[in-house]
């Protein structure tokens, strides 16, 4: 089950990322509460998580779901740039990430 809690957790700190985007440096209402409250159910996921998991891979997952799907909604919603090697280093998180799923003791 910990894995599944630190996926939504890492889940949660894409909505958190990219809603700090829409707040406007905190400007606007309902984007800021949904920020804020996607940041809460990040860390309390991430805390969940790390009762069974080692704190490094956690926390190395945790930040790598973050930063690839926050990668790629910057550039579907923003139009951020989808070059070759930026692509290519987006999947080589990825691969970090399932290596340390896959190098976790039992």
């Known amino acids: ?16 990322a990219v809603g700090l985007k829409y707040t406007q440096g ?37 930040t790598g779901v973050g930063t690839v799907g926050t990668a790629l909604l910057g550039m579907v919603l923003f139009g951020e740039a989808a070059t070759v090697l930026r692509v290519a280093c987006i999947g080589l998180i990825v691969a970090g990430i399932i290596g340390l799923k896959l190098v976790e003791a039992p």
């Open 26 to 62: 905190f400007t606007r209402f309902w984007p800021s509460v949904g920020t804020v409250g996607a940041m809460v159910a990040s860390l309390l996921l991430l805390g969940l998580a790390l009762r069974n998991l080692p704190l490094g891979t956690a926390y190395a997952v945790w």
């Open 1 to 16: 089950m910990a894995w599944v809690y630190l996926i939504i957790a890492g889940l949660f700190e894409i909505g958190w």
